[in-house]
């Protein structure tokens, strides 16, 4: 095969995965809503500008771990008004702490019809 000839057969075949992707194929790929609460507009402002609210929604930490992991993602740039601090971590606490039922994550295929 003709070197210009492997590299469009290359191309065809990343095309190819990229249209069976979600993201490419009209399905909707959606962040999970965070619960409401006085605090979930600042949760999806301050976590929101660097990952996915996924990684919110499965986590189940209690508040002294919840308070590690916001001081560190404000370390990193997460912007979170000193005033803000404790109320943020509670409404993370309240909602996403070890008493509440493991999260389970959205089927992402379609299930096969049963026969």
Same mark, same amino acid.
């Given at each position: ?9 290359? $191309?065809?075949? /990343? ?13 909707? %790929?959606?962040? &999970? ?27 189940? $930490?209690?508040? /002294? ?13 997460? %912007?979170?008004? &000193? ?33």
């Amino acid at each position: 095969m003709c070197r210009n000839g492997f590299w469009f057969v290359m $191309l065809c075949i /990343a095309l190819l995965i990229f249209s069976c992707s979600p993201l490419f194929s009209g399905e909707s %790929v959606s962040s &999970p809503e965070l619960p409401p609460g006085p605090m979930q507009a600042k949760a999806n402002t301050a976590c929101s500008e660097c990952h996915d609210t996924g990684i919110i929604v499965q986590q189940r $930490l209690n508040k /002294a771990s919840w308070t590690k992991e916001v001081d560190k993602m404000v370390r990193w740039g997460a %912007v979170v008004d &000193p005033k803000d601090h404790d109320a943020l971590i509670d409404y993370l606490t309240a909602n996403f702490g070890p008493a509440k039922p493991d999260y389970e994550a959205p089927r992402t295929r379609r299930e096969k019809p049963k026969k």
